[in-house]
């Protein structure tokens, strides 16, 4: 029953339905991201930080604070503690000798843990058709963008790393 007392047409249940499985889906990956922090021994933010490092190949520590949601200040110390592990190195930028940027130190070796996640994914995107992987990739970014915003907007509307204790 919807709060105006009617009963909810299919649409609106496979919506409702599809919220919450989405709320499912970011926590568990926010679980598997854990346990592969903690077989690499490192913060799950520093592997979010591998991650995007993956995706981007290259970044400077301005862009990864940005894409993490973190102060440049923060990322430059997660780099740091990266780049002594042997994670990441600092590179200078090839078009501009004045911009260091970061990359992984050895791609295959950080996101290794992942492998059995995509061969898992691949496996159950099987049976589907070209369309609906389409469609469901659409979906995906979709949502990307929406938590995206989403995260920028609490961010602008609330203080920023509201938990972080200011020292006196």
């Known amino acids: 029953m919807t709060d105006d007392g009617r009963v909810p047409d299919e649409r609106e249940r496979l919506t409702a339905e ?3 499985q989405s709320r499912l889906l970011a926590r568990q990956l926010v679980r598997f991201y854990d346990a592969v922090a903690d077989q690499l021994g490192l913060h799950v ?4 930080c591998l ?8 970044a400077t520590i301005g862009e990864l604070a940005a894409e993490l949601g973190l102060t440049t200040g923060a990322v430059s110390r997660m780099v740091h503690r990266l780049q002594a ?3 990441v190195r600092r590179v200078r930028d090839p078009t501009d000798a ?10 295959e070796a950080a996101v290794g843990l992942f492998a059995p996640q995509f061969a898992d994914l691949t496996e159950s995107v099987a049976d589907l058709t070209v369309d609906q992987l389409r469609l ?3 979906h995906l970014q ?3 963008t929406i938590s995206r915003e989403a995260a ?7 203080r920023p790393h509201a938990t972080r204790r200011t020292r006196s």
């Open 142 to 144: 979709a949502q990307t």
């Open 45 to 48: 933010t520093d592997l979010i």
């Open 85 to 87: 592990g042997g994670f």
């Open 98 to 107: 004045r911009r260091v940027l970061v990359e992984l130190a050895s791609p």
């Open 136 to 138: 469901l990739l659409s």
């Open 152 to 158: 920028d907007r609490v961010r602008r509307s609330g």
């Open 51 to 58: 991650a995007t490092l993956r995706d981007r190949r290259r």
């Open 18 to 20: 599809l919220a919450r």
